[in-house]
């Protein structure tokens, strides 16, 4: 069964300063994997998605990177900024034709000014 | 503007009561699903659609049920048998295997 883990589950940091959420998965049978990001009370934005054949993605000052062999995905936020503030939540899409996604259970992170 | 809908944004249920929250996307996205989310947890999978008329459980369907009349909507019903439903529900769509886009949630209150 597959399982997603991602540490720390909490982040505070000060402004501008660059930094690395972590993303692990049991089964390294996937389809792709996304990084989400969550503001408080509301559903989740898709921030990148990685399919199983490439090494990372970027999108501004996000960038992610996926190590299928190892189970391993980081997103690094360069320059952060207090509206960066909001848990990121990682998933995986299982091989196999269903479109099953298996969350981690996020990193809340505070950017303070 | 195309998107996903969900409402109500909050929802009371008595026990015994059976309450429906709805989703519906105009994305004419085939796959729709539904997932529920407890404090500093996760997603879970409920149930998915990937036509209209055909639905499969999710990791924890019990308690739940779905249809799927419309590509449009996608309506979830909490039973009396959900013995613990305060949550937060999410549902989402997608199109040919392509990231999955969520709607604003509906939470979930026992009285």
């Known amino acids: 069964k597959q399982e997603v883990t991602q540490i720390p589950a909490a982040l505070s940091v000060p402004e501008g300063e660059n930094l690395v959420l972590n993303c692990s998965f049991t089964?390294?049978?996937?389809?792709?994997l996304q990084w989400f990001r969550q503001d408080p009370g509301k559903g989740l934005t898709s921030l990148l998605l990685?399919?199983?054949?490439?090494r990372e993605q970027t999108s501004g000052r996000l960038n992610a990177s996926l190590d299928k062999s190892s189970g391993r995905s980081t997103l690094y936020i360069a320059a952060s900024q207090p509206g960066d503030s909001a848990t990121y939540l990682c998933?995986?899409?299982?091989?196999?034709?269903?479109?099953?996604?298996?969350f981690g259970k996020g990193t809340k992170l505070t950017v303070n000014p | 503007d195309g998107g996903i809908t969900q409402s109500p944004k909050y929802l009371f249920r008595k026990e015994g009561q059976n309450v429906t929250l709805s989703c519906e996307q105009n994305?004419?996205?085939?796959?729709m699903y539904w997932y529920r989310q407890d404090p500093g947890q996760g997603l879970r999978l409920i149930y998915y659609?990937?036509?209209?008329?055909?639905?499969q459980k999710g990791d924890i369907a019990e308690g739940y049920s779905v249809s799927r009349e419309k590509k449009e909507s996608f309506p979830l019903t909490v039973t009396s048998a959900q013995k613990n439903p305060t949550a937060f529900y999410l549902c989402?769509?997608?199109?040919?295997?392509?990231?999955?886009?969520f709607g604003p949630g509906t939470r979930l209150l026992v009285l």
């Open positions: 989402a769509s997608s199109y040919g295997g392509r990231t999955q886009y």
């Open positions: 089964d390294s049978a996937i389809y792709n």
């Open positions: 990685i399919q199983s054949s490439q």
């Open positions: 998933a995986v899409k299982v091989q196999g034709g269903s479109e099953k996604l298996v």
């Open positions: 994305l004419n996205h085939d796959a």
């Open positions: 659609s990937q036509i209209v008329n055909d639905f």
